[in-house]
């Protein structure tokens, strides 16, 4: 491994209008991390990622960079080209299409069509429900299962760094530990890294390496998952546990 | 739930709290009334003495004027208060103005107010059938059942053409200035007189009514349907009343335009004057009242300096012929393009600041 | 007997007509919630374009292709220059744009072409046969229309690019994030839908060629979109069709001048029982 890290991000603030939602954010996560992103509703974290992949526009003087190279400002298209997946909120699976036409339109950028169906069965490995439901619409699915779409999605691109937020929303304990559990498998499998915005920080912070808590915008605490954890005027103010 | 995962529709617009502070009384009824009667009756000083200044054709030009800030008006109700779009207001001049012809043609004997009063009538009840069948579509679906309208109607003249006189429509007489003050005015002066004063008429009616309570019921259903429902607005029963409303004046500002001219033709009640009708109002702005004079304003007489240019330059008829479809075109597009914050917010802040006044 | 007959074949062409028309606004629709009032007078340019073409060279045929291309730029222009800056508004504003260039291409069209009637032959003569109660027109209205109905359902259902405009349309943010360029996509559904106007405005516009021609057939075009539901394509095949024969047996027994009304009658009987069409998915509206 490379000493530069994967996902870096430098001062990054944005706005809606006249409101800043992100105040000079930096964070770096190294190859292979899964980093929590943690803090309550309006904290900005669901904006973080989506400024990271391009869906909202970073104000000047912020700097994403990928593996090294600034991406900031690249539109929210070209990400999966530069190895960035993002999952939004709510998964994002498009009700109107099957399941299989979810998946394949994750794995389309990519030319060569054999890794496309390679990739395919791999989803299909890592989330076996899905096989049978392949020709069904999306809408037809459970929360659940909507989230193995989501998330199977991001992965047919082959991603380097996969941005998730908030899978647990809406689902199960249950099924969100299974999702946490995959999630940990497949990075000590592949390598992939992992920013997981959470707002439940128990569940997040079991699988994670380290996180960041925000709070109004800004990073007011980081450190290991271990560390947050054991930090009870942390937990407290910010986590809520 | 599954609509949350769709695209969304296009946002329609989340209008800012109007700061209306509930301190200030209620405008009352009387005072307005007072208020839209002293300026109509100034508007219609201004139209008189107007008319001894120019010469018939222009006058001519000052009635259409009237009838044409009529029909803008009642579209305005319509579209810029109550927020449904309606491409057929065309239909109902059509229905006013054939229902002048026929009355006087077949009962002569009626007085031109019972006649003017009758065509409101008529045109109430089409609007009740229309908007009736119509007050469950939004937007696109509403703006096809009119259409369909628009272009439909004037097809009954057509195919009743025992009655209705076919594509060539009806003719007929229309007493100008009563003979008492012959020598004094001309008959088209006259009509410019009485299409004015019924216009006004119309006009204060509209202004009390959109100021009152069901101005502001239409404007709380253009803002936000559902809320509006859920504040105990009839929603259906007043955008019914709306488009009952804006027929009847359209319907009157057809029976204008036939006591002008004597005449009642299919094809001056095509897709083109519907359509203008609304770029007019567009034009003029959709917030208030003045917005449909300007309209009106713009629609004759940017029409005449249309065919002037082209005259001037020597154009065919053809080109001259549609100059002004062109030009109102262009208009509209400009318009919409270069209100960033889309007509419908520029609307809803301007009626915020009138309420706020 | 037989006229009922030589109506219900007249019906379902001129449906396929409507149809087509219906379908080219229900793929903008789908795409960019705008229902394009403009549709009509683009195809109206397409197809004066392809008279003078077929006038200079006596070419049907390099005219019809003259159309399609024409059609296809026209849209894609519209799009990019106008649609698009104003889309994400108030949906009276794009309502109100399209007309505006409604009126201005209708009001170019007869200032360039004049306002009076052209002569515009279809592609095959009129002698019918006696034996088959469908003329060769008809036939080639039918067999235009099926065919591209057929092209576009296999390019949207089976390619990878069709994929990527249905994602579009459906999502456009989950499509963004798959890496779909979306503003391109939307694009090539407007150039798309406006190819298919332009069609349908060539099988139209036979006999006659005047600049207000299209004004009726959009009105039933508008009216099988919205019979159908705005996006449904395939509702909008089936809502062309029925108002087609529908409106052809209101022609041949009662008037034709009534058939205006009689959609208009058709369109509101059918929106009041389901506002949103016969085939839409049962949206809510949002609160």
């Known amino acids: ?241 | 739930m599954t609509s949350s995962l769709r695209r969304d529709d296009p946002p329609t617009d989340v209008v800012a709290p109007k700061a209306a502070p509930s301190t200030r009384p209620r405008p009352r009824i009387r005072p307005v009334l007072l208020t839209h009667l002293a300026a109509a009756l100034l508007a219609l000083l201004g139209v008189v003495a107007l008319t001894f200044l120019v010469g018939p054709i222009e006058q001519l030009r000052i009635a259409k004027v009237g009838y044409l800030m009529l029909a803008i008006a009642g579209l305005q109700l319509l579209v810029g208060a109550s927020g449904q779009i309606s491409l057929g207001h065309g239909a109902f001049m059509f229905i006013g103005a054939y229902a002048t012809a026929l009355t006087v043609l077949h009962a002569p004997m009626v007085p031109l107010a019972a006649i003017m009063v009758l065509t409101v009538v008529v045109g109430c009840l089409a609007g009740i059938v229309v908007g009736a069948a119509t007050a469950r579509l939004h937007g696109p679906y509403l703006a096809g059942a009119t259409l369909a309208l628009a272009v439909g109607l004037p097809a009954l003249a057509l195919y009743f053409s025992d009655i209705l006189g076919g594509s060539n429509g009806l003719l007929f007489k229309m007493r100008g200035a009563p003979p008492e003050l012959a020598g004094l005015v001309t008959d088209n002066q006259w009509k410019a007189w009485v299409i004015w004063f019924t216009v006004l008429v119309a006009l204060v009616v509209l202004a009390t009514l959109s100021r009152g309570r069901l101005g502001r019921r239409l404007r709380a259903i253009r803002d936000d349907e559902a809320a509006a429902a859920m504040a105990g607005i009839p929603v259906g029963r007043t955008k019914v009343t709306a488009f009952v409303i804006s027929a009847g004046c359209g319907s009157l500002a057809g029976a204008c335009e036939a006591y002008l001219l004597g005449t009642a033709t299919p094809s001056s009640f095509s897709l083109a004057l519907s359509l203008s009708l609304l770029a007019a109002l567009v034009l003029g702005g959709l917030g208030s009242l003045w917005g449909a004079f300007w309209g009106a304003l713009a629609l004759v007489y940017l029409e005449l300096a249309g065919k002037e240019l082209a005259d001037l330059l020597g154009l065919s008829s053809s080109v001259a012929d549609n100059v002004p479809l062109v030009f109102f075109g262009t208009l509209l597009i400009v318009i919409v393009m270069a209100w960033p914050m889309g007509i419908h917010g520029a609307l809803s802040r301007l009626s915020g600041v009138v309420r706020r006044r | 007997m037989n006229q009922f007959i030589s109506l219900t074949f007249e019906g379902i062409a001129n449906g396929a007509i409507y149809a087509a028309l219906g379908l080219s606004l229900v793929i903008i629709y789908q795409a960019t919630r705008v229902v394009n009032f403009a549709q009509p007078a683009l195809a109206l340019m397409a197809v004066y374009l392809a008279y003078t073409v077929t006038q200079a060279t006596g070419s049907y045929w390099l005219g019809f292709a003259t159309a399609m291309a024409s059609g296809t730029l026209l849209g894609v222009v519209t799009e990019r220059l106008l649609v698009r800056p104003v889309q994400d508004k108030s949906p009276l504003n794009a309502i109100i744009l399209t007309l505006g260039l409604l009126m201005v291409l209708q009001g170019l069209a007869g200032m360039i072409w004049g306002n009076l009637q052209h002569s515009f032959p279809p592609p095959m003569s009129f002698r019918d046969l006696a034996a088959v109660p469908i003329s060769p027109e008809e036939i080639f209205a039918l067999a235009a229309v099926g065919v591209v109905a057929t092209v576009l359902f296999l390019l949207y259902r089976f390619t990878p690019l069709g994929l990527r405009m249905r994602a579009a349309a459906f999502h456009a943010e989950s499509a963004r994030l798959s890496g779909v360029r979306v503003g391109l996509m939307l694009t090539l559904g407007w150039g798309i839908a406006s190819a298919i106007g332009a069609l349908a405005g060539m099988l139209a516009v036979p006999p006659l060629l005047s600049p207000t021609v299209l004004d009726a057939v959009f009105v039933y075009g508008i009216a099988a979109a919205v019979l159908g539901g705005l996006d449904n394509p395939f509702g909008a095949l089936a809502g062309g069709l029925v108002l087609g024969v529908g409106l052809s047996y209101v022609s041949g027994y009662v008037g034709s001048e009534l058939t205006t009304l009689a959609a208009l009658a058709i369109l509101i009987a059918v929106l009041s029982l389901r506002p949103a069409g016969l085939f839409s998915r049962a949206t809510v509206r949002k609160v």
């Open chain 1, 1 to 241: 491994m490379s000493d530069t890290p994967i996902l870096q991000i430098e001062n990054l603030s944005t706005y809606y209008g006249a409101v800043q939602a992100l105040r000079s954010v930096s964070l770096t996560v190294q190859p292979g991390e899964i980093c929590a992103v943690l803090g309550a509703n309006g904290s900005g974290k669901t904006t973080l990622l989506r400024t990271i992949s391009g869906l909202q526009p970073a104000a000047p003087g912020s700097r994403i960079l990928v593996n090294g190279e600034d991406i900031t400002g690249a539109p929210a298209e070209s990400m999966v080209r530069r190895g960035l997946a993002h999952v939004p909120e709510g998964g994002g699976v498009i009700v109107d299409l099957t399941v299989e036409e979810n998946l394949r339109l994750g794995g389309l950028w990519r030319a060569d069509r054999r890794d496309r169906a390679q990739a395919l069965d791999e989803v299909y490995e890592l989330f076996p429900p899905l096989v049978e439901r392949r020709n069904q619409p999306a809408a037809s699915l459970s929360g659940g299962e909507r989230q193995m779409v989501a998330i199977g999605r991001a992965l047919m691109a082959r991603p380097a760094v996969l941005l998730l937020d908030e899978p647990s929303l809406g689902l199960a304990p249950l099924i969100t530990q299974q999702i946490m559990r995959l999630l940990h498998d497949l990075r000590d499998r592949t390598g992939l890294t992992v920013v997981l915005v959470e707002q439940n920080a128990a569940s997040a912070l079991s699988i994670t390496d380290h996180g960041f808590v925000l709070s109004q915008g800004a990073v007011v605490a980081r450190g290991s998952s271990a560390e947050l954890l054991a930090d009870d005027r942390m937990r407290h103010a910010y986590l809520g546990f």
